[in-house]
């Protein structure tokens, strides 16, 4: 079944201790990105990757960090979390990054940073 | 700055009616608009997507329209269903950031029996 994976699904932590929320995607998608979603706010666009090795900085990067070493993967890594990273974050990947493909979206982890 | 609206009332509608969603933008050129559909606890369903030179489109029960000129998009979902209950989501991509996108935060829609 074509899907794209995220774990954890639920995380509670502590400010400062450095966190990692896999996404792995089985589609062969070139593209993947990552989003928060705040109520009231929408989804916003933390980082996306155009293909492996290649990531770029959304509307929100600050307090983020990614990588795209294989095609499938591209973890969110939040290098110190602070209480204002308290959100549902979404993985999405897609064909290509041009908006005339659709996204495909995980299920969502919800984090709470404590 | 750039900025996407949609109406953040949710809309009640009965069964069988058709509902009208209204995505609005400013400071934007989208290549392209996206339409989802996210039910609670889970991630956006991709619905439709309409091109900046296409004024129309459709896929069964849902029409969307896409006004550059009003920098407005209405999405309707015509013969309405309780199953059809959900938040609607549309994205915009433009057209000097590829693999930018950018949501409105959505409207509810709640479709009564």
């Known amino acids: 079944e074509a899907q794209v994976t995220q774990n954890p699904r639920y995380l509670i932590t502590v400010t400062g201790k450095k966190l990692t929320v896999t996404c792995s995607q089985n589609?062969?998608?070139?593209?993947m990105s990552w989003y928060r979603q705040d109520p009231g706010l929408g989804l916003r666009q933390i980082y996306y990757s155009m293909n492996v090795e290649v990531t770029d900085k959304g509307d929100v990067p600050e307090g983020y960090k990614v990588s795209r070493k294989e095609k499938r993967n591209f973890p969110l890594i939040l290098e110190s979390p602070s209480p204002n990273q308290t959100s549902l974050y979404f993985c999405?990947?897609?064909?290509?990054?041009?908006?005339?493909?659709?996204?495909?979206f995980g299920d969502g982890t919800r984090l709470s940073i404590l | 700055s750039q900025k996407i609206e949609q109406n953040s009332e949710a809309l009640n509608i009965q069964e069988g009616k058709t509902a009208t969603l209204t995505c609005n933008y400013t400071n934007y050129s989208p290549a392209y608009l996206q339409w989802y559909r996210q039910d609670p606890g889970r991630g956006p369903v991709f619905l439709l997507l309409i091109r900046e030179n296409e004024k129309e489109k459709r896929k069964e029960r849902l029409k969307v329209t896409f006004d550059t000129t009003l920098k407005q998009s209405l999405f309707h979902i015509t013969a309405s269903q309780p199953a059809d209950s959900a938040t609607y989501l549309c994205?915009?991509?433009?057209?000097?950031?590829?693999?930018?996108?950018?949501f409105g935060a959505g409207t509810q829609v709640v479709v009564t029996p």
């Open positions: 589609m062969n998608h070139e593209y």
């Open positions: 999405a990947s897609s064909i290509t990054g041009g908006g005339g493909q659709p996204q495909h």
């Open positions: 994205a915009l991509a433009p057209t000097d950031s590829w693999g930018k996108f950018q």
